[in-house]
């Protein structure tokens, strides 16, 4: 039996997003690039922890979370944009769909059909 990653990471997806709190959060572009920016901030503050530098480490920490902040936001609004540019494009897609090709078999019945047929041959059945 094969490992099935993408059904994984849907289910574990799945059951994070349960949570009311985090189900809002991660539903807010601006709150979700914020909790990336505050991540990307722990592991800078872990990484560069016992690093000597000028400025200090707080500062390095805030400034990497900023600029993280705003490229994932950037990334995100993207996302989105794309995202909301497929939905619409399905939606009239299935909208037309339904105006050319109805669901439902109104007039699809063979006792429904009227032949067309010459005025100089003869239709026989």
Same mark, same amino acid.
């Given at each position: 039996?094969?490992?099935? +990653?993408?059904?994984?990471? #849907?289910?574990?997806?799945? *059951?994070?997003?349960?949570?009311? !709190?985090?189900?809002?959060?991660?539903? #807010?572009? +601006?709150?979700?690039?914020? !909790? +990336?920016?505050? @991540?990307?901030?722990?592991?800078?503050?872990?990484?560069?922890?016992?690093?000597?530098? @000028? %400025?200090?480490?707080?500062?390095?920490?805030?400034?990497?979370?900023?600029?993280?902040?705003? *490229?994932? @936001?950037?990334?995100?609004?993207?996302?989105?944009?794309?995202?909301?540019? %497929? #939905?619409? %494009? !399905?939606?009239?897609?299935?909208?037309?769909?339904? +105006?050319?090709?109805?669901?439902? #078999?109104?007039?699809?019945?063979?006792?429904?059909?009227?032949?067309?047929?010459?005025?100089?041959? %003869?239709?026989?059945?």
């Amino acid at each position: 039996m094969p490992l099935a +990653i993408g059904e994984s990471i #849907n289910h574990l997806a799945d *059951t994070f997003l349960k949570s009311p !709190t985090l189900h809002a959060l991660c539903k #807010n572009p +601006i709150s979700t690039a914020i !909790t +990336i920016a505050f @991540v990307v901030m722990l592991i800078a503050l872990y990484i560069y922890r016992d690093a000597t530098t @000028v %400025e200090s480490l707080l500062t390095t920490a805030a400034r990497l979370a900023l600029l993280s902040f705003f *490229t994932t @936001v950037g990334i995100i609004f993207l996302h989105d944009k794309v995202l909301t540019t %497929e #939905n619409v %494009e !399905t939606v009239d897609r299935h909208a037309y769909a339904d +105006i050319y090709a109805p669901r439902n #078999n109104i007039g699809v019945g063979a006792a429904d059909v009227v032949p067309v047929v010459p005025s100089h041959q %003869e239709y026989v059945l």
